[in-house]
């Protein structure tokens, strides 16, 4: 079975302050990473994917991918409160890279 | 513009009843998804289908079922052996299921049970 999990949260964090989401995987063909965000009541949005092992910067978000460990992150740099929402973590394998496994979520509260 | 269109937004079922829930891409994409989301959980994969015609189950394929007769179209029923299907459904698609690209989901269907 495979598994992703989050860490459990929710985690609230200082307007202006670095909001550290962490994502472990159980399986190890995973290949392709993402990070979604989700407003309650809607679809979820893709803000970062990732593949391998490293850093990848876009804007204030960093992901962070150490394969060796199975461990994705994501930093959020300078928070706002519109950053106040659910973030899934998902993994996806390499024959089929629509099937992802997504974590539970990590509840973000940015307060200002 | 393009996208996938989801309907109805709320649906309610009753007891014994079978429901169906639409999902149309106008995106031209090979693959389509459905996931399912339970309050404070992540997605959950119900069934997917990468060509016409064809389609697997995925983790908890039990009390669905679906059809892909045309590219743009993969509807979902929930049928009344689905005894908790009070949930949060999103169906997605993606253009090609051999290289790493975007997931695009739909905005969801809200099924609640009466």
């Known amino acids: 079975q495979k598994e992703v999990e989050q860490n459990s949260g929710p985690l609230s964090v200082p307007e202006g302050a670095i909001a550290s989401l962490n994502c472990t995987y159980s399986d190890r063909v995973s290949q392709s990473f993402f990070w979604y965000r989700q407003y309650s009541g809607k679809s979820p949005e893709l803000i970062m994917s990732?593949?391998?092992?490293g850093d990848k910067e876009d804007g204030r978000f960093t992901a962070q991918l150490n394969k060796a460990s199975q461990y994705v992150s994501l930093l959020i740099r300078d928070s706002q409160p519109s950053d106040s929402a659910t973030y899934l973590c998902a993994a996806g394998g390499g024959t089929s890279y629509g099937k992802l496994t997504f974590g539970q979520g990590t509840i973000l509260t940015v307060h200002p | 513009d393009g996208g996938i269109t989801q309907s109805p937004k709320y649906l309610f079922r009753k007891e014994g009843q079978n429901v169906t829930l639409s999902c149309e891409q106008n995106l031209n994409h090979d693959a389509m998804y459905w996931y399912r989301q339970d309050p404070g959980q992540g997605l959950r994969l119900i069934y997917y289908?990468?060509?016409?015609?064809?389609?697997q189950k995925g983790d908890i394929a039990e009390g669905y079922s679906v059809s892909r007769e045309k590219k743009e179209s993969f509807p979902l029923t929930v049928t009344s052996a689905q005894k908790n299907p009070t949930a949060f459904y999103l169906c997605a698609s993606i253009r090609t299921v051999t290289t790493n690209e975007k997931l695009f989901f739909g905005s969801g269907t809200q099924l609640s049970v009466l």
């Open positions: 990732i593949y391998s092992n």
């Open positions: 289908s990468q060509i016409v015609n064809d389609f």
